[in-house]
């Protein structure tokens, strides 16, 4: 295991291909996009610190938390936006690709939810610039936010259909887990329904994986000192995940 120093800076690339959803003239296209994203994860306790075994564990759980929520969660995921939302969640139900929801379609954005969430699902680490490239074109889109206002990001009501009551109090890139979708209900019958049967499946089904991903490195870590300590098959991980359907 190798050792991570308070502020050491650890720079991440991955590779993804995200299926943007259009709607033109009331008919709607795919757009399968592969993209370059460069992460930048620095080592930030936010309690003083002597022990670099700490900062150690501690960073390398960021790091595979990143790892995860890309080729695990966002890759081969749909893009979606408020207005086609709902539809497009019903016609994708019974893909096992994931869903995500933005403000717009825009890789800009893109790049701003990227970084509220996994500044979200990080702890004791500060996330520097996320650049979005796409790999047709060559763009590259930067964001970077030292203060994490994310001022451009929209409320949970403003990420809903118009009119309809929102399931959660903040949109899913504040939420420490592996959703990225916002839902909904209708009405006030539709909203207690799904409260009362769903709700909590819902949340112990994408609170779930990261904690047992950071469980089962923190243990693995920590025995490594003694004697033998347990090895993780991440990529076997990854396979038993399940992401759940969004009701």
Known sequence: MYTTLKNSNTRITKEIIINKIHLFDGLFS?????????????????????????????????????????DTILNESFLVGPKTSEQLLNLFSEFDNNVILSPDLGEASLGVMLHAKLTT????????????????????YTYYDDENNYDYLPSITEMIIEGQMAFHELPWWYRDDISTYDGSARDEEEYNHYIE????????????????????????????????????????????????KII
């Open 30 to 70: 795919l757009e399968s996009i592969p993209y370059t994203i460069n992460i930048e994860i620095t080592a930030s306790p936010d309690e003083p610190t002597n022990d670099p075994k700490d900062i150690n564990i501690t960073h390398s759980i960021n790091f595979h938390k990143v790892n995860f929520l890309f």
């Open 121 to 140: 699902i990080t702890k004791d680490c500060f996330v520097g610039a996320v650049e979005v490239i796409d790999n047709r074109s060559k763009v590259c």
């Open 197 to 244: 049967n769903h709700f909590e499946k819902v949340q112990e089904a994408v609170t779930e994986p990261l904690q047992e991903l950071e469980s089962k490195l923190r243990e693995a870590m920590l025995g490594g000192a003694s004697t033998t300590g347990e090895i993780i098959d991440l990529e076997d991980f990854k396979k038993k995940t399940w992401k759940p």
